[in-house]
């Protein structure tokens, strides 16, 4: 990775490392385990069984994920993946997060799902304090 890279995500679900879009995800860890300073709810919706966290501050859990530091082509390669081109998918927005065990919180970026991606999908789990490896076993995507 570049000397350039300045920005931080905060990833959640699929991005996460193991995960099944961990592929698209060459960041460098920062640290270990990190959760939203606020509560948010986080879902599992739709045929692809995806974790959707809404820009709800205050509802649902601090939610926990994975904080990693990428260049400028890590984030487009990840804004790709989240199609912020469509509004019914991904929006990247500022959250703060904090250490799990303790430290100083940060300000990184986060893909919320979009209210209008939400509406009308069904919900097979949430809303949830984290999105785990048991939970995406559970709940396969649907084949086409």
């Known amino acids: 990775m570049s000397p350039a890279a300045t920005h931080l995500v905060f990833v959640y679900g699929t991005l996460k490392a193991g995960f099944r879009n961990a592929h698209v995800n060459e960041g460098q860890p920062v640290g270990r385990d ?3 300073v606020r509560p948010h709810p986080l879902y599992i919706i739709g045929r692809r069984r995806l974790p959707w966290l809404l820009d ?24 790709a993946l989240e199609r912020l081109d469509d ?8 959250v703060t997060v904090a250490p799990v065990e303790g430290g100083a919180p940060r300000d990184a970026w986060v893909y919320f799902g979009s209210e209008a991606g939400f509406l009308g999908a069904p919900v097979h789990a949430g809303p949830l304090p984290a999105y ?13």
Do not use: C
Request: glycine letters at 8%.
């Open 34 to 36: 990190w959760a939203t």
């Open 56 to 79: 709800r501050p205050g509802e649902g859990h601090a939610v926990q994920g994975e904080l990693v530091a990428v260049d400028d082509a890590g984030l487009a390669r990840m804004d």
């Open 87 to 94: 509004p019914t998918w991904y929006l990247r927005r500022r």
């Open 132 to 144: 785990t490896r048991s939970l995406e076993r559970q709940h396969p995507p649907e084949s086409d």
